[in-house]
């Protein structure tokens, strides 16, 4: 059995799920595009590739394996991105938590089954219907679970909006001790500028404590002002809405003082630097192009 524990974003990685690139299908057409930068990609024709999306995980599978992480994988479905692990399921302390996902991806929790054998049936949980949740909304900070939410009556129109109040409240009914703190994201079918898919598009706490945040993924000036006073401002990389749009939130930590970061993010690496991480630089960026990046393709398992 595979003892899970995770606490926070950054204490060191034992174990981890690894999205897939193979078998991942054909390019979509506009209308299955699931968030705005996708559409973009499809439009302009700069859809990423199956081969290049494929080497760009080999990269990252090199960082895990040189820290000795033990990585599972989903099994493979013919023609289906299972990219984005993190969508599909969470960890909280010992419990793995079932996300509520759009209807069309129904099919990547099952190609799960190798993992969940491993794991204790008492330990899975699968919330109740109306608990729309998606990994990506839920980020851990040790007594904290921040969650990104969406709460407005348009709710149903946004294709990009995946988590929601009743999710939350179910989480916190879980997890009595912890204390579970919503945002309101930004949301948008169509700029990627002005859409925050997940929490984690838009914020991200680091280990020495740091995080990452951009200012207009929440609809509520007051929830960054809040995360600003948290961390502290001098400890907070500050991303512009180009960043957020190209995923510089959404790196990934090995533990406190290593991060998985896109080799191209030249403004955040220095300041990881600068402020003591080593910064493990992958390519990455054809799968940004997707609405994701590191933390949406990985679903950690086990941190010390």
Same mark, same amino acid.
């Given at each position: ?7 926070? =974003? ?25 968030? +705005? ?10 859809? +990423? ?58 099919? =990547? ?95 991200? +706490? ?27 401002? =001098? ?64 679903? +950690?398992?086990?941190?010390?």
């Amino acid at each position: 059995m595979l003892a899970l524990n995770v606490n926070n =974003e950054y204490a060191r990685l034992r174990a981890v799920l690894f999205g897939t690139a193979q078998s991942n299908g054909k390019i979509p057409s506009a209308e299955n595009c699931y968030d +705005p930068s996708s559409l973009a990609h499809v439009l302009a024709g700069t859809y +990423p590739t199956e081969t290049v999306m494929q080497l760009e995980m080999s990269s990252v599978m090199a960082v895990f394996q040189k820290y000795d992480v033990t990585v599972f994988r989903p099994n493979i479905i013919e023609n289906c991105n299972q990219i984005f692990a993190r969508d599909i399921a969470f960890v909280i302390d010992d419990k793995f938590i079932k996300s509520n996902i759009l209807p069309d991806r129904a099919d =990547e929790y099952q190609a799960l089954e190798t993992l969940l054998a491993q794991l204790n049936s008492d330990h899975i949980i699968e919330l109740p219907e109306d608990c729309h949740v998606e990994g990506g909304d839920v980020i851990l900070c040790d007594d904290y679970i921040f969650i990104g939410v969406y709460s407005g009556s348009d709710y149903p129109d946004y294709i990009t909006a995946r988590t929601n109040l009743n999710a939350a409240k179910a989480i916190q009914e879980l997890f009595p001790q912890k204390n579970v703190k919503t945002f309101e994201l930004r949301k948008s079918n169509s700029n990627p500028l002005e859409n925050a898919l997940h929490l984690d598009c838009c914020f991200q +706490p680091l280990g020495l404590g740091k995080a990452l945040v951009h200012d207009r993924g929440f609809l509520n000036y007051e929830d960054y002002e809040w995360l600003l006073n948290y961390f502290g401002k =001098e400890n907070v990389f500050e991303a512009t809405a180009k960043e957020m749009s190209q995923m510089n939130c959404n790196v990934f930590s090995i533990s406190d003082d290593v991060v998985i970061s896109e080799q191209n993010f030249t403004r955040l690496n220095s300041w990881l630097v600068a402020n003591g991480f080593t910064v493990e630089e992958v390519p990455y960026a054809e799968i940004s192009k997707q609405g994701g990046l590191l933390r949406c393709s990985t679903l +950690p398992l086990k941190r010390d």
